[in-house]
């Protein structure tokens, strides 16, 4: 190739010889992967992500703005945010001995992990169908995923998920809790069987606990296989991207190791700081998507024909009459509405005719319901 990429023939050539040179040194999988789809959402009522309807009150968002305004950009964020993790530890309660590591999201925290572990040949394990990124970023690393079926009515598998174990002897096991997407909390038992009898680190996911309200962390002291992973995400700042992994010092040092340098910046470090002070605001805002969510599981099982799935999390799960078909005429229906969920339907043969919507403000829940009614007239 010349410096301007071309092979001497214009555009065209200059095209092809990229895509040479992507053939040519590009790792394979890589490039059969597809990019994570993000639907473009502009104008829609948004309920195919799980976010917090809400923004902050305007007050609180001219005063962390002011905040904000006092950041040092032109250095870089600070090594070790030892005071900011000393305040989130008090904050959530950790336990005494046990230590935080912070990340660009727990979507990165994920990555770490499996990324310490992925040894050749080494497995990764989940009940299945669960958060797609287990999946995506242990192949990634070249680790064998081990899916193990939910069972029908989404609880765990427990002979099943024992089984898998002894037979792959899984690094790392993922539970979310609650799961995406199916959105129930494992049973308490089967975790504990699962936490006694795993070779490696579990990994409890608790993205969804604002809506849950049930966690692990109290059992890490009990559990030195257990990791509870959280995020700001869910509680009304997925804009932020600032995720925390919680357990025993010795873990977290060696997937630290792996933790790009200044992963998280100065701003959503100094935001997460001052927002700990407000962390009422979010609870309100949890408490009123709770509501909505009770509201919104009664009025989608008054609608003939759905079935509605049980929530401890911000969506819930129902299935449409007609499989693939039904889902993906409801989804387009919605669309034309203007109302974006989530067509679960091709990712697992359990989740067929299912769409999972995130329970939005009461405004956008009623759009969604009446176009729901619409669509089975
Ligand atoms: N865990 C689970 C179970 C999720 O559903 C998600 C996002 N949908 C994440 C982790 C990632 O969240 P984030 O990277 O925004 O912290």
Do not use: I, K, Q
């Given at each position: 190739m010349t410096r301007s990429g071309g092979v001497g023939g214009g555009p065209g050539a200059n095209r092809d010889a990229i895509r040479d040179a992507i053939r040519n040194s590009f790792r394979e999988d890589v490039r059969a992967l597809h990019a994570y789809a993000v639907a473009p959402a502009e104008g829609l009522v948004k309920?195919?992500?799980?976010?917090?309807?809400y923004v902050l009150p305007p007050d609180l968002a001219r005063a962390l703005g002011e905040r904000l305004g006092q950041v040092a950009l032109n250095r870089y964020p600070p090594g070790e945010p030892a005071s900011f993790k000393q305040r989130l530890a008090e904050r959530i309660g950790l336990p005494a001995g046990q230590s935080l590591l912070l990340g660009n999201g727990s979507d990165e925290i994920i990555h770490l992990m499996i990324h310490a572990c992925a040894r050749p040949g080494a497995t990764v394990l989940s009940p299945w169908p669960s958060f797609s990124m287990y999946r995506m970023t242990a192949e990634l690393d070249r680790c064998r995923f081990v899916g193990v079926d939910l069972r029908?009515?989404?609880?765990?598998?427990l002979p099943a998920m024992l089984a898998a174990m002894r037979e792959h002897r899984p690094a790392l096991v993922f539970l979310s809790y609650p799961n995406n997407p199916t959105g129930n909390c494992f049973d308490d038992e089967a975790v504990r069987a699962i936490l006694e009898h795993a070779p490696g680190l579990v990994v409890?996911?608790?993205?969804?606990l604002p809506f849950a309200g049930r966690s692990w962390i109290g059992e890490l002291p009990r559990y030195p296989n257990l990791l509870v992973l959280r995020t700001f995400s869910k509680l009304?700042?997925?804009?932020?991207r600032l995720g925390y992994l919680c357990g025993a010092p010795e873990w977290l040092g060696e997937f630290d190791k792996l933790r790009?340098?200044?992963?998280?910046d100065s701003l959503t470090l100094a935001a997460a700081d001052f927002l700990l002070d407000h962390l009422d605001v979010f609870d309100a805002q949890a408490a009123t998507i709770r509501a909505e969510r009770a509201r919104m599981i009664t009025a989608l099982r008054a609608i003939d024909g759905l079935q509605v799935f049980d929530s401890a999390a911000n969506f819930v799960l129902l299935r449409v009459p007609d499989g693939d078909r039904g889902a993906g005429d409801r989804f387009a229906h919605l669309l034309r509405q203007g109302i974006l969920v989530k067509n679960?339907?091709?990712?697992h043969p359990m989740l067929r005719g299912c769409l999972r919507v995130t329970v939005g403000t009461a405004e956008e829940n009623a759009a969604f319901l009446d176009a729901m009614k619409q669509s089975v007239e």
């Open positions: 309920l195919d992500l799980m976010e917090n309807p029908d009515d989404f609880g765990l598998d409890l996911d608790e993205a969804y009304g700042l997925a804009g932020l790009p340098p200044f992963n998280v679960m339907t091709a990712f």
